[in-house]
């Protein structure tokens, strides 16, 4: 064999010589799996605009995500160790702080027919901003305040964060509609954006609230508040130049009322509804109970602050993790089938608490600081599976023209679940005993609500057995001049384009 035969043989081929080594190989796939939530945000900036997906940031993120994290943490401390009042009269006072989310239908009304110097919903952000700004201001320097005035001071930040959400909302249900394909997106975007403004607000809440103490910590959530003032100027909106119809406005009003009780009759719409309601009231909380005994020193395992803060901060990873799990594998499941098998997932990891106060982790010689984590990633992680598609199933039930409104209507509705089951767990705790100093029955609180978790699996049939891409609602609603008397007064947000040459 000649010598030019054996260098053809041994030449490799064209396809070898243009593959790449498998170390670069790998290289590419892991910059690919980089690149790719990079990729999901520019697919959405491009089909929904760029302006949407900066206000669902500034709203889910920063408003929502780091303050209802933060929140939770030091008004924890705020009523623990400067109110000094019982587990389950936090519990309950908690419950109002639901008030604002309940009116959420009366905000969507406002900001929809209501203008304010020719503007509808630019006021309504400066408004939230100012009231949320200066509840913080006078929670945090006021010394001595009085157990209603704190509460009125937290109710008014929830008006700030729930106005401001319900001008979000709306463009979400309006984007559902138009782009059914996108609408489990969408909701997964609020739950990565909320997820890690969470993640952030939890880790610093502990480390803060040591540092500043719990009264003087609480002056940080005025800066969300004070950006909801900005973006209120950077709005991009045009002004209506003509005067207010007054009559015509309330004619609107009456108009978009009909439209909310005529979808409400469909049992399409009313029977999921009644569930969401139904899941959410009966799992009731036994949170301040919970948190009392973990930082108590003698009956509890005596967390720090700094490690609560961590806790929680881990259960927003989780949380994430779910939103992902959900969005990565669960979003062509029916709402039926998902929602059964996550609230049973949900009831199961309940038990995890149960364990824990009975401190049975230590016979299996886990320690309290690793179990604590373990319990509360499970049960973020499957309280998001089970969050996340009832939020979609919730966009799916809007009729055209009153979108955001009748989105606000479902929103309230679960905000009375949440009423529900915080005052529900407070009146449990109550019942049972549980005070700052005594837990011997907490562990029972915690079986009670268990086993309600587990009662809900019995009105599953409520939700259609139906895929997220169908179309849930009658098709008499999917018509706006049937709902709003002559056309919708929906809008689409945006904000001031960079260089763009429109009035403002």
């Known amino acids: ?47 929904l605009n760029p302006t949407f997906v900066f206000g669902v940031f500034l709203v889910y993120g920063l408003s929502q995500g780091f303050t209802g994290s933060f ?163 950077v709005l991009f909106e045009f002004k209506n130049h003509h005067a207010s119809d007054k009559e015509k406005a309330f004619g609107k009003v009456s108009a978009a009322v009909r439209g909310m009780g005529r979808t409400m009759k469909h049992s399409a719409v009313w029977k999921p509804t009644l569930y969401m309601f139904i899941s959410l009231a009966l799992s009731i909380s036994t949170h301040e109970g919970q948190f009392y005994w973990y930082t108590d020193k003698t009956a509890g395992p005596a967390f720090s602050q700094e490690f609560v803060g961590m806790i929680y901060a881990i259960g927003a990873t989780s949380s994430m993790l779910g939103v992902l799990i959900y969005h990565k594998l669960l979003t062509n499941i029916s709402f039926r089938s998902l929602l059964f098998h996550s609230q049973l997932l949900f009831a199961l990891s309940g038990f995890l608490d149960l364990l824990f106060v009975l401190r049975w982790n230590l016979s299996l010689n ?71 100093e005594e837990f011997g029955n907490l562990w029972v609180a915690v079986f009670v609500r268990n086993i309600l978790r587990f009662c809900v699996l019995g009105f599953v049939f409520l939700v259609p057995d139906r895929s997220p891409s169908d179309v849930l609602v009658p098709p008499d609603l999917l018509n706006p001049a049937e709902n709003v008397g002559g056309g919708s007064f929906e809008e689409t947000i945006q904000l001031v384009k960079v260089g763009g040459e429109n009035d403002v």
């Open 1 to 47: 064999m000649d010598t030019e035969t054996q260098e053809l043989m041994h030449r490799p081929s064209s396809s070898s010589q243009n593959k790449p080594p498998p170390n670069l190989q790998h290289r590419a796939n892991n910059s690919s799996l980089f690149l790719q939530p990079f990729k999901w945000l520019s697919m959405l900036c491009a089909e």
């Open 71 to 233: 929140f939770r943490v030091v008004t924890d401390y705020y009523w623990k160790d400067v109110q000094k009042i019982q587990p389950s009269d936090v519990q309950m006072l908690s419950g109002l702080y639901y008030i604002p989310w309940i009116m959420k239908p009366v905000w969507g009304i406002l900001t929809d027919v209501f203008p304010v110097f020719g503007y509808r919903r630019r006021p309504y952000f400066v408004f939230s901003g100012i009231v949320g700004t200066i509840a913080c201001f006078v929670v945090s320097s006021v010394s001595g305040l009085s157990v209603p005035s704190a509460v009125l001071c937290f109710v008014g930040l929830s008006v700030s964060v729930a106005m401001a959400d319900v001008t979000i909302d709306a463009c979400i249900a309006t984007n559902g509609i138009l782009k059914p394909s996108l609408a489990s997106d969408m909701q997964s975007l609020c739950g990565y954006l909320s997820g890690f403004g969470a993640l952030v607000g939890y880790s610093c809440s502990g480390f803060l609230t040591h540092s500043l103490g719990p009264q003087a910590a609480l002056s940080l959530m005025a800066l969300p508040s004070m950006l909801l003032v900005l973006l209120g100027f």
């Open 366 to 436: 886990l320690p309290d600081s690793l179990f604590v984590i373990l319990e509360e990633c499970c049960t973020r992680i499957a309280g998001r599976i089970r969050w996340m598609p009832m939020i979609v199933l919730s966009t799916k039930l809007c009729p055209s023209g009153i979108e955001g409104t009748f989105f606000s209507l479902l929103m309230c509705v679960d905000s009375l679940g949440f009423l529900g089951h915080k005052i529900g767990g407070g009146l449990v705790l109550r019942a049972l005993g549980v005070t700052r």
